[in-house]
């Protein structure tokens, strides 16, 4: 709603189209998967990481995410590496369909060693009252699972703590790519938000085609299996 140099964001709720709109707020980091980004010099995907760390979040609890705000720390300010950065962090946001309305870099000399910077996300969604995740959850609903695109921006102390007993190198040959070790585990984290709404808006028609399949398909061919053993 406004342009550059507010000292606040501004978002039009009423013309995001909901009638009786409950918001919701999540924030989080990369975490320690930045180790790596800085070591290799390959930061060209953290930024997904924020913002999916944040964006999946809302959708688990059933709201569209609306805008995203940034925090960028570094003791020293490289500007080519914080636009790589940023931009990485506008294309996470333009994934999701959420505006980026803002952010903070914060230039601190003496707080940080030379190259090390750290991110920080903060994501606002919404949904009409009464829509939120999890509800009504009973024996005999249907799970549908989604593929991840790799090792997801949690527990990264582990993995490098892992690739620090294994003795291997980021630039070492990866055992399930063809990339470096270190350039598969900087994929980038799956971004949830168009799948996990549109099975939210199809949930009804899914039950409903699982109970068609389950009782045309799986349902004979279980009771055929049960009748041929107990011949």
Known sequence: ?????GFGALFDLKDAGYSDPVLVAATDGVGTKLRI???TGNVDGVGIDLVAMCVNDLVCQGAEPLFFLDYFA?????TEQAARIIESIALGCERSNAALIGGETAEMPGMYPAGDFDLAGFAVGAMERGADLPRDVAVGDVLIGL???????NGY??????????????DAACPWSEQSLGAALLTPTRLYVTSALAAQARADTIAQEYSRWFISVLLPHASGERCLDAA
């Open 147 to 153: 593929a991840s695109d790799g090792v997801h921006s």
């Open 157 to 170: 102390s582990l993995v490098r703590k892992l690739v620090e007993i294994s003795g291997l190198t980021w």
């Open 37 to 39: 980004a800085i070591d």
């Open 1 to 5: 709603m406004a342009g550059l140099g």
């Open 74 to 78: 570094t003791g020293h300010l490289e």
